[in-house]
């Protein structure tokens, strides 16, 4: 998910210029929170309030917890959100599967000017949403409207989507037959999405799950509670302008008991989940317990291979972006530089001092590059890294220390001298860390590459055509996106997006990736008198 460009601007940019929530029952005083400030007048305009109810299945409630969702830039509160218990979730689940008697019978092509219409929507609110991912979430505003733009973009392709969704007819071996395969919707499904993409996660699901035939429950991230609010209610105009039930685009805000109840619900027939290994790995086997359908998008241990002839100025200033952008908390961030002995020096060198020249500040203010960590959870798993690279032989060329101000910042950290193999390069810290490694030849890179537990995202700098075709085949990468000449961190909406191995095996957005929220049927047909058998067996 690229939302600017890798190119020098990126330089020339920047040479211009909590735990994450809190349980509270109550506040003394409105002036605490920041929607009551006229800066943050968007949040208004997205009709958020002080106090937000946090389920919506056609209609507003909330009966759980109320929490406060907290700026990462300042760690000050901007808003309260009552979350949905146990009783909400089942009555929204209900709820989203009657919406779905109504949606399925739609015509896709209907359902795609539904679509065409949601995206519109988003067109209308791109601005205020992009404001409030980077104030909720802490990514920098470019990155903030970038996501609510991919969103738009999934809702273009699932339009075109909905009057392209085809079967096959295949040849019969029986006189009088015709042998066909159908595509029909799965029903009500569940999404859970994670902080880091509070907007354009949700949006892939949503957008192919509903030209599919499907309706959606939805349980964003727990700590960017406000962002999913915003968007269903964006949603819900447009279902309400059309006549349509609101719940065909339900939402539970919620924490774990919430993401524990879809994963076991029998009722959704298909779980989307995006996070970390861990949770995933937990989420995949309560699904499969229940013969359910899931796409996991989880970790990434990101590497870009360097090779001896790259272009060292497309090396540094793709690693630029790709380690720094985000604060490293995307899952395609690149977490492992591994170059070329010829080239390391120059390479390293270069992007220390590249890294000196990125604006660090607030996420809102134009000019901004690198924004805080969204969590001090965060914040901890970063210095927990930093300390372990340490002693395990590593040794700090950037970074490495928490900023002094207010917020959750910390340096991006550029750490050497460590061997491919140690127990820290192969942890997934997700984190603006990248460790760089000194390879001897391609083939080393290659296995070093692979040889992490994740297969999410991976790049190759070279110019040598033998090279690029090997790291495509069947001995090079084995990750889900493999790039050459182009960092680890950007994917175009066209391409199905997803991993291998402990990334879970997920694919959405687009190719093929459609065919996962719907279910396939292998129809024969017989319009002949007789019944003959498959295979010539005669049973007479």
């Known amino acids: 998910m690229i939302i600017f460009s ?80 146990i009783k909400d979730y089942d009555e929204t689940v209900q709820a989203t599967q009657k919406a779905w008697e109504v949606w399925a019978d739609l015509p896709p092509p209907y359902r795609g ?64 037959h015709s042998l066909i395969e159908m595509w029909n919707p799965l029903g009500a499904i569940g999404v859970i999405s994670a902080f880091n993409f509070p907007v354009a996660v949700y949006g892939w699901n949503n957008a192919l799950a509903l030209a599919c035939g499907n309706t959606v429950l939805w349980k964003g991230a727990p700590s960017t509670p406000l962002t999913s609010i915003a968007v269903i209610k964006t949603l819900s105009s447009v279902f309400e302008a059309n006549s349509l039930p ?166 991006p950290t550029i750490i050497s001298g460590l061997t491919h193999d140690a127990e820290i390069v192969h942890r ?11 390879m001897k030849n391609t083939e080393e890179g290659f296995a070093w590459n692979n040889e992490v537990k994740q297969g999410l995202s991976s790049s190759i700098f070279t110019k040598n055509l033998e090279t690029v075709f090997k790291w495509l085949g069947p001995k090079g990468s084995d990750c889900g996106i493999v790039n050459v000449n182009i960092p680890t961190s950007g994917a175009e909406i066209g391409g199905a997006f997803g991993g291998e191995k402990h990334t879970g095996g997920g694919r959405e957005s687009g190719s093929d990736a459609w065919k996962q929220y719907m279910r396939r049927s292998t129809c024969t047909i017989n319009y002949s008198k007789d019944l003959p058998l498959a295979q010539g067996i005669k049973f007479e």
């Not at 970038?146 to 273009?156: A, L, P, S, W």
């Not at 076991?264 to 027939?269: F, M, S, V, Y």
């Open 428 to 438: 997934e810290t997700f984190a603006p860390i990248v460790y760089i490694l000194q």
């Open 113 to 176: 000017e539904i679509v065409r219409q949601i995206g519109q929507a988003l067109r209308q609110k791109k601005a205020q949403l992009g404001k409030l991912v980077s104030l909720e979430m802490g990514k920098i505003l470019p990155e903030g409207e970038g996501e609510v733009q991919e969103y738009i973009d999934i809702c273009d392709y699932a339009v075109g989507l909905s009057r392209m969704m085809e079967g096959k007819v295949f040849p019969s071996e029986r006189p009088g």
């Open 246 to 411: 609101g719940a065909i685009c339900s939402l539970v805000c919620g924490g774990s008991e919430i993401g524990d109840a879809i994963a076991n619900d029998t009722r959704l027939p298909l779980v989307s989940f995006t996070g970390s290994t861990a949770t995933g790995h937990k989420v995949a086997q309560a699904v499969t317990k229940r013969f359910g359908k899931k796409i996991l998008e989880l970790g990434g241990n990101n590497a870009i291979v360097v090779c001896e002839d790259a272009d060292v100025d497309m090396v540094v200033r793709s690693a630029l972006f790709a380690c720094v952008g985000t604060a490293g908390q995307r899952c395609t961030t690149t977490r492992r530089l591994i170059i070329h002995e010829k080239l390391y020096d120059e390479v390293l060198e270069r992007l220390k001092k590249a890294y000196t020249q990125v604006h660090m500040g607030d996420p809102l203010e134009p000019g901004t590059l690198y924004g805080p960590m969204h969590s001090k959870q965060g914040v901890e798993m970063y210095m927990k890294a930093v300390e372990d690279a340490q002693k395990q032989g590593g040794k700090i060329e950037y970074g490495g220390k928490i900023v002094d101000r207010p917020g959750n910042f910390v340096e």
């Open 6 to 85: 890798t190119s020098s601007r990126f330089l020339a940019l920047s040479r211009k210029f909590a735990h994450r929530f809190v349980i509270s029952k109550t506040m003394s005083s409105s002036s605490l929170f920041l929607i009551e400030e006229p800066k943050f007048s968007f949040l208004k305009e997205l009709g958020l309030e002080e106090k937000n109810l946090g389920v919506y299945n056609g209609k507003w409630s909330g009966n759980g917890e109320v929490i406060q969702s907290v700026c990462p830039a300042n760690n000050q509160p901007i808003a309260e959100v009552v979350q949905g218990n």
